[in-house]
């Protein structure tokens, strides 16, 4: 399995609404990764764990919470969201150590905030 | 902090023609990974070419190859043979050789468009 499986694929939701996006990888990957990306635009790094444990938050709005359960699965947890947080959020993993710094990702969420 | 800069916002070419994208890099380090990645329009980001830095030759995967001049921080994608499926966004990317540590560093990307 080579895949990196993000759900939902579509996200509508009110600036009020609590909802969650979903990561799942089954590669072994050690790292995982939140990326947001904005039409025609390179993608932002938001977060990066690394064996569980939050090793990089860049200075993200607490708005997004995120979460790593455990070495397969990443959540980013959505609260009180702003209309300009609607873009494509990317989610990636990545063997770390094996030092080939390549990322695999998901085809992405894509989140509209009304 | 490193940078990567893609000066060409679009380019367009022919089917079966050559294409040459440009990207150039900032960086103090000297261990580090090179990468184009392409996003259709179906938003999936694709590797479709890597490159070591300590490593002098050139990468190639099929029709895709890269010329990696490390003095002077330039990293460029040939595209042989363009076909239709090639259209894309291309987005240059560095990655410090901590093992994947700090994510990649996209650049702003080009768009590729091939004309039938």
């Known amino acids: 399995d080579t895949e990196v499986t993000q759900t939902p694929k579509h996200l509508v939701m009110g600036m009020t609404n609590k909802k969650s996006l979903k990561c799942e990888q089954h590669m072994g990957h050690r790292a995982m990764y939140w990326y947001k990306q904005k039409a025609k635009k390179p993608p932002e790094l938001m977060f990066v764990?690394?064996?569980?444990?939050?090793?990089i938050n860049e200075s993200v709005p607490s708005r997004f919470s995120p979460e790593c359960p455990n070495s397969s699965l990443l959540n980013l947890h959505l609260h009180a969201l702003q209309p300009e947080d609607s873009a494509l959020y990317l989610c990636a993993s990545s063997p770390r150590g094996a030092n080939t710094g390549e990322l695999f990702f998901g085809e992405g969420s894509r989140l509209t905030v009304l | 902090a490193q940078t990567v800069t893609q000066s060409q916002p679009e380019m367009s070419v022919q089917e079966a023609e050559t294409v040459t994208l440009s990207c150039t890099y900032d960086t103090s380090e000297s261990d580090y990974y090179l990468f184009w990645y392409k996003q259709p329009p179906s938003r999936q980001m694709i590797l479709v070419i890597r490159q070591e830095a300590y490593k002098q030759q050139n990468a190639t995967e099929n029709r895709f190859s890269v010329n990696f001049q490390k003095a002077a921080k330039s990293f460029s994608l040939k595209i042989s043979d363009s076909q239709l499926g090639d259209a894309a966004m291309y987005f240059c990317a560095y990655s410090s050789g901590r093992g994947g540590a700090d994510g990649l560093t996209f650049g702003k990307g080009t768009h590729l468009i091939i004309q039938p």
């Open positions: 764990y690394s064996y569980e444990k939050l090793s």
